[in-house]
């Protein structure tokens, strides 16, 4: 019959993303995908054709009259764009981390003086844990 061909595997053909598509095309790499820094599209395999697909589909018309340095300019800025919207969602989940810890802390105490209708000692305590947890959200941030 028809010999059995192999499938190919895309995972082990070793991509590498190039820092020059950033420049050319506009793309970063994020997280083993390339990111287009214009719309945010991801395209999962590294190879040039496809992001010189997306950006002459998508982006040609915008970027077809601006010079190298221009284009240097608004690769950075679109770059530190990126870098912010990252670091906003980390900065928010640090935040969160303070809040659970010192959660977790105040419910401990609760638990271990089982004194749960006697809530005046359980606050005086538990206010002394929250400046602690704050010191130490400000520490680590």
């Known amino acids: 019959m028809s010999a059995h061909i192999k499938k190919r595997k895309i995972d082990t053909e070793c991509r590498v993303f190039n820092k020059t598509?950033?420049?050319?095309?506009?793309?970063?790499?994020?997280?083993?995908?390339?990111?287009?820094?214009?719309?945010?599209?991801q395209i999962a395999v590294f190879k040039e054709y496809n992001l010189s697909r997306h950006y002459v589909t998508?982006?040609?018309?915008?970027?077809?009259?601006?010079?190298d340095a221009e284009r240097a300019r608004a690769s950075n800025a679109l770059l530190t764009k990126l870098q912010n919207q990252q670091e906003l969602f980390?900065?928010?989940?640090?935040?969160?981390?303070g809040a659970v810890k010192t959660s977790y802390v105040i419910s401990t105490k609760s638990q271990n003086?089982?004194?749960?209708?006697?809530?005046?000692?359980?606050?005086?305590?538990?206010k002394?844990?929250?400046?602690?947890?704050r010191t130490f959200k400000a520490d680590a941030g």
């Open 21 to 41: 598509w950033t420049l050319k095309y506009f793309f970063t790499e994020v997280k083993g995908k390339a990111v287009c820094l214009v719309c945010g599209v």
């Open 90 to 97: 980390t900065k928010l989940h640090t935040s969160r981390d």
């Open 128 to 133: 002394s844990d929250r400046e602690k947890c």
């Open 58 to 67: 998508k982006h040609a018309e915008k970027y077809k009259n601006v010079s």
């Open 113 to 126: 003086t089982a004194s749960h209708f006697l809530m005046g000692n359980l606050s005086k305590s538990s």
